[in-house]
T-cell receptor
Framework: AQSVTQPDIHITVSEGASLELRCNYSYGATPYLFWYVQSPGQGLQLLLKYFSGDTLVQGIKGFEAEFKRSQSSFNLRKPSVHWSDAAEYFCAVGAPNTDKLIFGTGTRLQVFP | DTAVSQTPKYLVTQMGNDKSIKCEQNLGHDTMYWYKQDSKKFLKIMFSYNNKELIINETVPNRFSPKSPDKAHLNLHINSLELGDSAVYFC?????????????FGPGTRLTVT
């Protein structure tokens, strides 16, 4: 069965610093991988997705993620964090030709000025 | 234009009551979902409908009944509300019948049962 782990519950960074949020998945083949962001009191917004091809994917708001099959990881990165990036970030995995996404438990990002 | 909308945004009610949450999407998607997000932010799928047909029905008490009058709407009715039903409920939609592709979420309905 698929599963996804986000090892970091809470991360704090200074504005302007770089960011990496970790995501590990469990699946027998190459899954579909997603990162969503949830701002306080809001719904989830899709940041980026990976289906196949180039393992480095670019998303909205300056985020990128890299799929590493050997590590079963799909870590999210941003070179310079802005205060408005403070939010909850969810990694999700979906098996091709199935009907649902499995979400990780989320990582809360706090940004200090 | 709002892509996936939910009403109400907040819902406070007493135990034992029956309540409904409405969801509408104007994206032309065929598949819609209900998720429950608990107090620890854990997101779990409850139901999915593809073109008005039930596709996914996770282990959810039968007090919860989804209804899809057309493919643009998926409502959630909850009978005999319990304290443990307090959560944020999200509606989502997907452009095809394979939800493992991208999903678009509504703003959520925060349900508080007292």
């Amino acid at each position: 069965a698929q599963s996804v782990t986000q090892p970091d519950i809470h991360i704090t960074v200074s504005e302007g610093a770089s960011l990496e949020l970790r995501c590990n998945y469990s699946y027998g083949a190459t899954p579909y991988l997603f990162w969503y962001v949830q701002s306080p009191g809001q719904g989830l917004q899709l940041l980026l997705k990976y289906f196949s091809g180039d393992t480095l994917v670019q998303g909205i708001k300056g985020f990128e993620a890299e799929f590493k099959r050997s590590q079963s990881s799909f870590n999210l990165r941003k070179p310079s964090v802005h205060w408005s990036d403070a939010a909850e970030y969810f990694c999700a995995v979906g098996a091709p030709n199935t009907d649902k996404l499995i979400f990780g438990t989320g990582t809360r990002l706090q940004v200090f000025p | 234009d709002t892509a996936v909308s939910q009403t109400p945004k907040y819902l406070v009610t007493q135990m034992g009551n029956d309540k409904s949450i409405k969801c509408e999407q104007n994206l032309g998607h065929d598949t819609m979902y209900w998720y429950k997000q608990d107090s620890k932010k854990f997101l779990k799928i409850m139901f999915s409908y593809n073109n008005k047909e039930l596709i996914i029905n996770e282990t959810v008490p039968n007090r919860f009944s989804p209804k899809s009058p057309d493919k643009a709407h998926l409502n959630l009715h909850i009978n005999s509300l319990e304290l443990g039903d307090s959560a944020v409920y999200f509606c989502a939609s997907s452009p095809n019948d394979r939800g493992a592709y991208e999903q678009y979420f509504g703003p959520g309905t925060r349900l508080t049962v007292t």
